[in-house]
Structures are given as C-alpha cells and as structure tokens.
C-alpha cells in the first residue's frame, strides 16, 4: 500500500445497513426471509405497493431497533414517525420508501475502540428494504428481472458521525456493530447475505501538523465521497486506502474533488465513479401519513432495557482486566457470545483445578479445543486425565533440567549473555530427555526457575 | 416561477411543451391561492399529534402467514420472465425515464392488436 | 317491479315474499341497462357474481328465515362500489387508463366487511381519475351526468355513485371523501351521503388520493341505511393503522346546532342560503337549539387543502409505474399531472417549509378550532356546495374555480371530523338542494340521530330523479 500524505488527514463517516431477523416484514404480514426463497413467492399487495394496500408498522422490529440504539448509549425519542423519502426505480414498488427523516428512534450514541477512543453516532433508524434487481441477457434482450421478495423486509440504519481518521478503527468499528447485532440476536449481519452493507463517506482535509488531530481543530471539507456497494470487511479497507491514496494526489496537485459516489474494484484494488452528485438528488421527505407517530414511553425504554447485554467492547475491556488477556485474544474471544462464555466457564474451571490458564486459553484459541470438547467440562477433564498419564513426576522433571543444564553448557551461556533463544534449544533438550513428556510451558518455568538461581 | 419540467422529472412524467405553459400558468393562479397561509400565525403550534404507543394493542405479533399465490402477483405485469417482474435493462442509478406518451400508445396498440 | 326504499323495507319485502333477492337484483339490472347509457354511472357491471351472490342469499333465507339477519346483518343489500375499492378478481381502475386492465387480486376492508354482512356487489362505479375533482367530468372513460339534469354534473368525485343510487340502479354506494368527493355528488344528486371520522373505516384496499384526508363513506337513500354501513364496515381492521376503536356517545333528546356566520357570506348562491335558513328553522320549529359559532379560519382550509392534497397525491401516484400492473406513467391524464407537479413542488427542497410545514400547522390551529367550537355544540350545519349542480363544462376549463366548488367541505377532511351531506329540496330548476352536518370525531351517531328527525319532519325531501 501506498503511503498516505501525512499532510492530510481522511475524514470517514459510515452508514451501516443492518436486516432485521423479524419474522414478518416491516409493513406487512409476509414472511421477511427472502434468501434462496422462490422468486415474489412472499409478497402481498402491501409489499407490491398494490393499488390501495397500506403499511402496518412492525412492533418487534421497532423495539429490537430501540435495543441496539440502547447498547450504542442512544437517547430514545420519544416521539418517533416514518416519512416517505420519494425516488423512482423498477426495485421500490411504491415508488417512495418508508423511513425515518428528522426524528429517527435513536440519536446520539457512542463506541469505544480497542484503544479506548471514543466515537459518535448520529443515529439510528428504521426503514424498509427494496426488491432485488438482476440483470441478465434473455433471448437477444438486456433485461432486468425484479424479486420483491426483500421489499419492506425491515432493515436498520446506523449513520456515525463524521469522526473516523483511519481505516483500521473503520474496520474494528464495524465489526463491533456486525458483533453487537448478533449478540442482541436481532440479525445475523451476514454480509455475504447482504443482510448487513456498509457505506463510507470520505473526504480530506489539511492540518496544521503543530495541533495534530483533535477534532476540534478539524475542518469539515466541502465534499464528501460516498463509497458504495461493498460487500466485505477487508475490501472496504482497502477500498478507504484507496480513495484517501486517490483524494490526495488530487490534491496535492491542487484539483478540486467531485462531489460522488464510487464502487470499488478488487481486482485493480481502485475506486471508479458510479454516479455524479451534480444533479442532487430531491427525495421530498415528507411525515408518512398512513403511520401515526409513534410514542415510546420512559417506562416501555426500560422494559426493553432489560433485554440489554453486555456489548461486545465493554466485555472486551472486561477480558483484558479481569483475565489478563491480550488484545487479540480478547478480540477473538469477544467476537462470538458463545464463545465468550465457554471460555469464562473454562476460565473459572481452570483456577478450580489449578491448570495453568494461559495454556488452556492457548489451546482454546489455537487449536479449537472448544470445538473439539462440546463444554468446557469435558475439555477441563480431558486435560486433567492427559496431565497425570503424561507429566512427567517433579522428580523426573528435575533431574532432567540438572543434567540438561550440564550438558548443553554453551547453551546456557548464550541464554545468560541474553540470547533468548537459546531458552528454545534447552526446551526441546529436556523434552527429549523426558521423551515427550511434560508441556513445554512447565518445562520453560522449570529451566527459568533453575536458570535463575 | 415554477420550473414545471423540472418538477416533472422529479415526479417522473413527460410533459410537452404545451402542457408545461399551461400547467406553469394554472400553478401560478393556485400558488396564489395557497400563498395566503402566510396570514395565519402558526409560531406556536405543535405538530404531529396523530400518535400511538408502542405498547398499544394496534400491534400485530410478529407472526408472518401466507402471502398471495405468485400467479396473481404476477397476473397483471406488462412484462415477466418466470416469475420475476421484468423491465428493460436498467444501468445503475438511473432514474427510470418516462417515454414519451406517443411513444407508449403506439406501442400498447401494437401488443394489443 | 317495486324496488325498495332502503334496507328496512327490503326486509319487509322479502320477509312477505314479494319478492326475492334475484328479482331485485334483476330489478336494478334492467334499469341500468334501460338508463345508463344516458349517464354513464358504471364502469364494471358485476352481473355473474352479483347473481351467484342473489341466489345464495335466497337460499339462506328460505333456510334460515329471519335468523339469516343475525349472522348476515345486511343480506342481500345491493351495493355499487366506486372504483376504488379493490375487489378479489374484478377489474379496479380508479376511472383512470393508467388502470385500465389491471384486476386487484385482493379485498379492500370495507368491500370484505360488507361481503361478511351479506351485501350483493352489483359493479363498479365511475368516478373523476383518482378520486380527482368535483364534477365527475374527470374520468378517463367520460363524464358521468346528473339524472335531474343530462346538462348538469352530478358533482364528484364519487359521482357515479350517487348517481347509482339515486337512479335506483343498486340500494347504496361506497365512495370517497378527500375533500367533499361523497357529500358533492350526494348534495348535486339528492341523496344521503357520509364521509365519516378519518379512522373510524379502514381504507386499506381503497385507491388512495391523499391518505391523510381520504375516508371511505357512502351513498344511501336514508341517513338509516347509511348508518347500517357504516356500523357494518368500522373498527380496526389490523391493515390500516390509522384506525382507531371508539364506543359512539350517548343521543340526547335535544340537540345544539351551531351556525356559522363564515358558512353563510355573500359568496353562497342565494338559493343555497336560502334552503339553509329554511333548514334551520325547521329544525328549530321541532326541539333543535340553535347557536351562532364562529370558524374564522374556515376561509384557509381550501388553501390548506391545495397543499396538503396534491402533496399526498404526488406521493401516492408514485407507485403507479407500469412494472407490475397497469401501464406506465405516461397514461396520467392532465388533470392527475397537474396535481403531481404541484404536489412535488410544494414538498420540494426550499419549498417544503413554506408550503407543506405551514399548512400542516395551519391544519392544526383548524382542528383546535373545530375543537372548541364542538365543544359547545354537537352539530354544526353548513352548505356542501356553494352553488347548486353547475352545467358539464361550465368550470372544466378553469381548475382554480373548479377547486373553490370544494370551499365547504375541505374543512371536515382537514379537521377528520364526520360530516353528513342530506338532501332537503329541489331548485327551482328541478335540481337537488341539501346541506351537511358536521360532528365531533366519532359522534357519526349523532349525525344519524339529528338526520333521521330531520328526514321525519322535512316536507320538501326532493325525492328521486326522474328517468325519461
């Protein structure tokens, strides 16, 4: 990758699209899956926009929506609507969507990244999806085949503020909002299923190097590049790199950016424009008048409020402190809620049986212990059962080291005079002597202990 | 003064150009008309009044049940292809452009002869 | 033939076998085929199933006897459905060609309600394109004419359904009333005619014009049959969700009417105003109590109504794109575009705030008006129209003047309250006259209430159209 100016600082704002697992769509009683479902087999006159046919809000959809604004530290409006936001296309039957404009369910939230900065959301709202579009080639005709079974399925909408600078928070950002969906169980977010799509807008402006990045000395430039239809975590990476690469040599050569919204082409790792802002879009948003607003009460926020869990950056936190785990693992462990859990049962379990813990997470990790043993009991068992059949006893293991440590005296030398690797070589030499025995953890605490003396 | 092909692109219709005079001129009577709102003083007033909790019984379970059979889903498209609703390729992020009203008759007269 | 009156003579009918659910039907077929083509009121005749549906219910009556009402409350009450209202398998084309082939797979709450309850579908009626103006000359498949008068219009945009009922070609009608689309035909053609509470009927399954405005009513010869249609088709429906359950207020023995001074100025046609003072003293002369209110702001609810409409309108037209029903938008006829430009102009960005925003609050200072003024009266009567039935091309050409037709009535949709048009007299040139109720939210029984003792006290009821 291609360095970045460090003159320039990207400016990186996300809207997040999240599909709700609801069972019926948004506004009407059809199933919501849609995926590998017969073509327009689940659709009514409500989700056609059928002559006459009228949407019926979703309750579940509303309050799972109010539960994740709630684990981002939204305030919840307590006057809500839908509007309709107005543009034409073979995929939107009614030729508006229905959404929420100016008083979306949840506003200003926030998340905290590994390294404990701190990022704003704007928002979160519900809208409703559109059809699917296919193009293909039929006889000697371009057509373009329509599914309506994805319409008015119930979809989320996260929009952050303005405030990412690099595109490696980007990424541990959105998958901690990928994370806190599942953990709520309120969508898979597959992203390969399309039932979570990501959009990045990016700009670039220029600091004073002396102020450095804070972000009250950032100035918003006057144009934004929105980044669309990018279907996986690393290609929008690197998709970011590739147009704060792109932005800056424009303007290092002093052109001005237009304002657009470009896709991203894996194989030339580039970003191409999709379609000019020039002419601005006019969507006419007005108060959706078949729905009326919506009231949700301190007392109903609470009552959904207890269906809150712990989300995916505050365990991790807690994994760190309370376990002594590195960020990586603690990444790993968080990234998955039933692996969480295993591994704090297994936790617990290993001090109960006085195992060494590290190993055991090591193996969790590494070799999928958790996999292979269904609980943590049974793997906590199978350790404790391979322990006493093939530890060596203290006493072998002592006189291993000893005549070890006579033996390779070069190599205990090398270690004095601070060549850590030779503490590999008398590792593998006491193994040996033990054939096979003993773990390798024990044996380095064995030589360092004696080492030291 | 109101830029009637313009807001007929947004609103995705072909006018002509007759129509465009005609139309500017009879909006210009009714804007006049509408105009006279600016009288009344509405600084204090609330809007959106029309409310229901979300803890009301006007919810439906989220429960999904049988949708319409795909033949009368499809039963009234101009245009199908198995049982996808088909229209002429679309290129992406294009607003679907009205054909001309000449064009549409003459060709609705064809499919129906 | 002897066809009924209203409902409760139709029972009485049958229930001494003097006739059968078939025989009215076949009743009301040979007068639309004697006489529809004078004015143009069908455009779907329902003839196979209206007939599968007459036989059954002389079925179940011969069965059942009068039991039959307790589980079909309305059987074999013949109703035209404005066309509008989707109905399963029938062609539903809003009078407009953009609709012209297409067939609803599907219900609308009120035509499936009064399914249950036992009503005969005889057709569909038509109307202005899209529910869209006040004459009935707007539809795509021509204009329908007054019976009273074939050089008058029969007022819309419900026209063919008034003038469905009034010629005897079904008992009732089911329009729409966005802005006086039922009480406008109702009042130029003589008979009942309700626009209800805005969610007290769902409109799911009817076309939809302006849906903050839009409310499904009816066309009958009495306030009492409408009042059966109206019990037979409200209530929550779990598909509108602007439908609310409200148990109606208690009648009263003595009613306060309420008149406003702004209902009677010079812009009313003198025999309008005429007819209006003459009502009023009827109604005083039998008990009713009346009381001078006053709705300063009634003179901005047509500007109100000009922007919240067509704005509806735009938006509600989008889904009509020729993809997966009906043809494609180049089928809108001027009047539909008109609408649609306006609407998006006044929803457009810089205009949203002045037009839109100011009119939502305007409409809000209405309803409080409404509000306080019906606190202290329980009905307040007004003209529907200001003038009596007009002349077929007489506005056509002039949309302005032909939106100022709707002066009297725009005031009930903007303020969701029931109105009731009722007709009273005729003009000197044979032509109905009649005037309208107004109530408070949900009170549509006290509406019934006060109609029903006018209706037996009225000397002048301007009877039906005749049909030579």
């Not at chain 1, 040996?432 to 030589?447: E, H």
């Not at chain 3, 004078?38 to 006897?65: I, P």
């Amino acid at each position: 990758m291609k360095k970045i100016n460090p003159e320039y600082i990207p400016i990186i704002g996300l809207e997040v699209h999240i599909e709700l697992n609801t069972k019926r769509k948004m506004f009407c009683r059809c199933c919501a899956e849609h995926f590998l479902q017969a073509a327009n087999s689940n659709t009514c006159p409500t989700c056609l926009g059928l002559p006459g046919a009228m949407p019926y809000p979703n309750k579940t959809a509303i309050e799972n929506t109010v539960l994740f604004g709630l684990a981002l530290g939204c305030k919840i409006n307590k006057y809500s609507k839908f509007d309709r936001k107005h543009y034409f296309y073979p995929d939107l039957p009614k030729g508006y969507q229905i959404t929420q404009y100016d008083l979306p369910f949840c506003l200003n939230g926030k998340w905290e990244s590994p390294d404990g900065k701190f990022y704003q959301i704007r928002r979160v709202h519900l809208e409703e999806d559109t059809g699917k579009l296919q193009h293909k080639n039929i006889g000697d005709k371009k057509m373009s085949l329509i599914d309506f079974n994805r319409s008015g399925v119930p979809l989320m909408e996260l929009v952050t503020e303005p405030s990412f600078h690099n595109p490696d928070d980007v990424l541990a950002f959105l998958k901690d909002i990928q994370t806190l969906a599942r953990y709520l169980q309120i969508s898979n977010a597959d992203m390969e299923k399309g039932s979570m799509r990501l959009e990045a807008n990016i700009s670039l402006t220029k600091i004073t190097k002396q102020l450095g990045i804070d972000e009250k000395n950032i100035k918003l430039p006057d144009y934004k590049v929105e980044l669309k239809n990018i279907n996986s975590f690393r290609f929008l990476k690197n998709a970011i790199h590739a147009e704060i690469v792109r932005q800056t040599n424009l303007l290092s050569r002093g052109e001005k950016i237009k304002q657009e919204t470009r896709g991203y082409d894996e194989q030339t790792n580039s970003t191409y424009s999709q379609r000019s802002k020039e002419n601005v879009k006019d969507y006419r948003y007005f108060p959706e008048p078949d729905i009326p607003s919506i009231v949700i009460e301190d007392e109903t926020v609470a009552i959904i409020q207890k269906r809150l869990v712990e989300s995916p950056w505050e365990k991790r936190k807690r994994y760190i402190k309370e376990f002594g785990l590195s960020q990586n693992y603690a990444q790993i462990l968080t990234s998955d809620l039933n692996r969480g859990a295993y591994f704090e049962k297994l936790y617990r379990l290993t001090k109960k049986h006085h195992l060494n813990t590290k190993k055991v997470v090591d193996l969790m990790i590494n070799k999928n212990y958790d996999q292979k043993f269904p609980t943590p009991q049974g793997l906590v068992l199978d350790l404790l059962k391979t322990i006493k059949t093939q530890s060596p006893s203290d006493e072998q293991l002592d006189r291993a080291v000893s005549e070890v440590l006579i033996s390779q005296r070069k190599a205990v030398s090398d270690y004095k005079s601070g060549k850590e690797n030779a503490l590999g070589f008398l590792i593998g030499a006491v193994s040996r002597k033990l054939s096979g025995k003993g773990d390798a953890m024990t044996i380095r605490d064995k030589l360092t202990e004696s080492l030291g003396k | 003064m109101v830029n009637i092909k313009y807001l007929a692109g947004l609103a995705n219709l072909a006018v002509s150009e007759q129509e465009a005079k005609t139309f500017g001129k009879q909006l210009k009577d009714i804007i006049a008309l509408i105009s006279k709102l600016n009288e009344v003083d509405t600084k204090d007033v609330e809007l959106h009044r029309s409310r229901i909790d979300l803890t009301s019984d006007k919810y439906l379970e989220d429960v999904c049940s049988t949708s319409l059979p795909t033949r009368s889903v499809l039963y009234n498209a101009a245009s199908k292809h198995n049982d996808y609703f088909s229209v002429d390729l679309i290129l992406e992020n294009k607003q679907l452009m009205p054909k001309s009203p000449e064009f549409s008759r003459s060709l609705n007269k064809k499919i129906s002869k | 033939m002897k066809l009924p009156i209203n409902y409760q003579q139709q029972k009485k009918l049958i229930s001494e076998k003097k006739t059968t659910h078939v025989e009215i039907l076949d009743g009301y077929l040979e007068r639309i085929e004697k006489y529809d083509k004078k004015v143009n009121s069908f455009l779907t005749l329902m003839k196979e199933s209206s007939y599968k549906q007459a036989r059954l219910c002389d079925k179940l009556f011969s069965e059942l006897g009068e039991d039959v009402y307790k589980k079909y409350p309305l059987l074999g009450f013949v109703v035209s459905l404005k066309d509008l209202y989707a109905a399963e398998s029938v062609r539903t084309t809003a009078s407009s060609k953009v609709l012209d082939d297409y067939t609803s797979p599907y219900d609308s709450t009120a035509v499936s309600r009064l399914r249950a309850d036992g009503c005969i579908f005889i057709g569909k009626t038509n109307c202005d394109a899209w529910a869209h103006g006040s004459s009935g000359e707007n539809s795509d498949y021509g204009p329908t004419k007054n019976p009273w008068n074939f050089d008058f219009v029969p007022g819309g945009s419900s026209s063919g359904s008034a003038v469905s009922v009034t010629c005897d070609f079904c008992l009732a009608s089911t329009g729409t009333d966005t802005g006086g689309s039922i009480r406008l035909p109702a009042n130029f053609c003589g008979v009942v005619g309700l626009k209800p509470t805005w969610g007290a009927i769902s409109r799911y399954g009817v076309v939809a014009m302006a849906s903050s405005l839009d409310c499904v009513g009816f066309f009958a010869n009495s306030s009492e049959d409408a009042r059966s249609l109206f019990n037979a088709t409200k209530g929550i429906d779990g598909f509108d969700a602007t439908v609310t359950n409200v148990t109606p207020a208690k009648l009263k023995n003595d009613y306060t009417i309420g008149i406003a001074k702004e209902y009677l100025n010079d812009g009313v046609n003198p025999q309008v105003k005429n007819e209006l003072k003459r009502v009023i003293s009827t109604l005083e002369n039998n008990g009713f109590t009346i009381k001078d209110v006053s709705l300063p702001l009634t003179e901005h609810a047509i500007s109100v109504y000009y922007i919240i409409q067509p704005a509806e309108v735009s938006s509600n037209l989008a889904r009509y794109d020729g993809v997966r029903y009906g043809h494609d938008r180049s089928y809108f006829a001027p009047e539909a575009k008109r609408r649609i430009i306006l609407g998006t102009h006044v929803l457009s960005e810089g205009y949203y705030d002045a037009f839109y925003i100011k009119a939502m609050k305007v409409r809000e200072k209405i309803i409080e008006e409404f509000d306080r003024v019906l606190n202290e009266v329980d009905a307040i009567i007004a003209p529907v129209s200001p003038t009596p039935p007009f002349k077929l091309g007489e506005k056509a050409q002039d949309p302005l003047q032909m939106y100022l037709a709707d002066i009297y009535t725009v005031a009930a949709n903007i303020a969701g309250i029931p109105a009731l048009a009722i007709p009273s007299n005729i003009t000197t040139q044979n032509l109905p006259l009649g005037f309208q109720l107004l109530g408070k939210r949900f009170n549509e029984e006290v509406l019934f209430d006060i109609a029903n003792k006018f209706e037996s006290v009225n000397t002048k009821h301007p009877g039906k159209a005749q049909l030579l």
